[in-house]
T-cell receptor, first 113, second 113 residues
């Protein structure tokens, strides 16, 4: 059974810092890994999708990497801004969608102005 | 283009009642998944539908059921509501089956009293 762990559970940094969020998964047989952002009481916003054959994806100030063999992914946020404050969730697709996504518990990020 | 639409946004129900939640996927998307989000358990997979067929179901009791219509819209039903069913219910749509990017709606906040 796939398990996803995110470290740290919470992070508070001053504006402008670069930061790294970590995600690990127990079964390397995955279709893809997706990073989401969730604002309080809201749905999930897709940030980046990395297919199993890819090593990284970039979108603006965000860069996500994937190392399937070690069961790890990192989300790098450059030049953080207060608007980046949210909970960041990592999710793994192990069954081609049929088994749904397996989510970590998330990293609650606060960017101090 | 319009995103994933979930209705209603908020619901308050009494124990023992039943409830039906609706999800309209992104136009052209044929796969719909449902998730339950609670503070204690995080995001948990309920079920996934593709071409009006339930492909898989998560570890939830039979009180939780769903269906998908020919236009890909989906509904989920919870019968005999319990206090523990209070949660944010999220729907996600993907283009098709097989590990495509998932896009989430804003969710339905269900409170059981």
């Amino acid at each position: 059974k796939q398990e996803v762990t995110q470290i740290p559970a919470a992070l508070s940094v001053p504006e402008g810092e670069n930061l790294v969020l970590n995600c690990s998964f127990t079964d390397s047989a995955i279709y893809n890994l997706q990073w989401f952002r969730q604002d309080p009481g809201k749905g999930l916003t897709s940030l980046l999708l990395i297919q199993s054959s890819q090593r990284e994806q970039t979108s603006g100030r965000l860069n996500a990497s994937l190392d399937k063999s070690s069961g790890r992914s990192t989300l790098y946020i450059a030049a953080s801004q207060p608007g980046d404050s949210a909970t960041y969730l990592c999710a793994v697709d192990s069954g081609g969608g049929a088994d749904g996504l397996t989510f970590g518990k998330g990293t609650h990020l606060i960017i101090q102005p | 283009k319009a995103g994933v639409t979930q209705t209603p946004r908020y619901l308050i129900k009494t124990r023992g009642q039943q409830v039906t939640l609706s999800c309209s996927p992104i136009s052209g998307h044929r796969s719909v998944s449902w998730y339950q989000q609670t503070p204690g358990q995080g995001l948990q997979f309920l079920f996934e539908y593709f071409s009006e067929t339930q492909r898989n179901k998560g570890n939830f009791p039979g009180r939780f059921s769903g269906r998908q219509f020919s236009n890909s819209r989906s509904e989920m039903n919870v019968s005999t509501l319990e206090l523990g069913d209070s949660a944010l219910y999220l729907c996600a749509s993907s283009l098709t089956a097989g590990g495509w990017e998932a896009f989430f709606g804003q969710g339905t906040r269900l409170t059981v009293v």
